[in-house]
Structures are given as C-alpha cells and as structure tokens.
C-alpha cells in the first residue's frame, strides 16, 4: 500500500498562475481532506470531503477550490495563486467511523512568487 | 470553538534525557486527542491518541494522558533517542466533527 500519495512534491508559480494539487489514497478511506502548514500556525484546514460526491469549506477555503473525483482521489485548484498561499499542502485521509484518525501524504511545497 | 495550545520550541536534549511537551485545550463536549509526530521531510503521523478522561494513549515509548480537570494532554517520554527528533503536534478531534484543530507544533531536537 502506498498509503496517501500526493503530487508533485515541489512547485513554484507566478502571481495570477494556476494549478491543482493531485492527491490520492489506496486504503479505501471515505474522507479526504487538505490542509495548509505555515511557520508557527500548525496545520489548517481548507476543505474536506466527508465522503465520495460531498465537499466542505474548512478553515481557510478562500483562494481554492477542489474537487472529489472518486473515492481515491481528491484535488486542491488554485485558480489565480498569490504570494500568501506559498505553504506546504498536505492531503490526509479517515476511514469510515475514525475520521479523526488522519493518514498523511508527504506534501507539497507551494512558492507563489 | 475548539482550539488546542501546546508547548512553543524548539526543545533540545541530549539523548537519554526525559522529553515533556505541554499541551492544553479548550472544547465543548468530550474531544478526543492525538499527538502527531511530522519527520524531517515527511507528512505527520499519528503517534498516540486517547479518546476518553483518563485514558492514557502510548505508541514507542511515549505516553500522554487524557486530563480533563486540567484540560491538558501532555506528551512525555522517559529517555529519547537521536531519531525522535521531529515537530510534534497536539490535536482535538470534536466527536460530531470531521475538522481537527491543530496546535502550532514544538520542534524537538536530540542530540547525541
């Protein structure tokens, strides 16, 4: 198993540019979710989705979107990327009924210059 | 809401040394909460989690014990070794809630 898998690893854009973040899971988890990680904030949540076809704003949501595919695959959009959204975005995953208990991928580390 | 305060670092010890991260929470409700340990270079993992007052959660030498009269999940471990050194993040998970709130991390540095 591969567990939680996110790509790519490393990017940096130009202010206005846009891209997705691509995150899957082979555990067979029903939640997914993405979150933030700055310097002295811990980690934040953007959105989540409780379960295949449904998606929710968490914490931070302004500046992305996302998209459930399936139930493997979860993707964070940035449409028009700023220079404070440069962070790590880590993608997590709860099976059904122990949804605190989050597995994570390696990350992505965002510059927006 | 909920929120989760922990201890700020860095910390650094010598190995063998007793390791104590302080944290503290405010929610409504019964929580539950987690100690998340993030390696250089890697995502967090779950190390150890308590659901309930009184429980203790353990996992490689670490223990935290869920103290609701104090509100406080403090993780200790009684000799720590070069490769514990990691940021190690407290959270809350609300029963009715998918979100956990994280605190900020304590960086934590064992020397040999």
């Known amino acids: 198993n591969a567990g939680v898998t996110q790509t790519p690893k490393f990017q940096v854009l130009k202010t206005g540019q846009s891209m997705t973040l691509q995150c899957a899971q082979d555990m067979n988890h029903n939640s997914m979710y993405w979150y933030r990680q700055d310097p002295g904030m811990g980690l934040r949540l953007i959105y989540y989705s409780a379960s295949e076809g449904t998606t929710d704003k968490g914490e931070v949501p302004n500046g992305y979107n996302v998209s459930r595919l399936n139930k493997r695959e979860f993707s964070l959009r940035l449409e028009s990327a700023a220079p404070s959204q440069t962070s790590v975005y880590f993608c997590?995953?709860?099976?059904?009924?122990?949804?605190?208990?989050?597995?994570f991928g390696p990350g992505t580390r965002l510059t927006v210059l | 809401g909920n929120s989760v305060t922990q201890m700020e670092g860095p910390v650094t010890l010598s190995e063998e040394a007793f390791l104590t991260i302080n944290c503290t929470y405010t929610a409504t409700g019964y929580p539950s909460l987690f100690w998340y340990v993030q390696y250089p270079g890697e995502g967090l993992q779950l190390l150890l989690k308590?659901?309930?007052?009184?429980d203790k959660g353990s996992n490689k030498g670490f223990e935290a014990t869920y103290r609701k009269e104090t509100t406080s999940f403090h993780l200790e471990k009684g000799s720590v070794q070069v490769s514990d050194s990691a940021v190690y993040f407290c959270?809350?998970?609300?029963?009715?809630?998918?979100?956990?709130?994280f605190g900020a991390g304590t960086t934590v540095t064992v020397r040999a």
């Open positions: 997590a995953s709860s099976p059904k009924g122990s949804y605190n208990e989050q597995f």
């Open positions: 308590a659901t309930k007052a009184d």
């Open positions: 959270a809350l998970g609300a029963n009715n809630d998918y979100k956990l709130s």
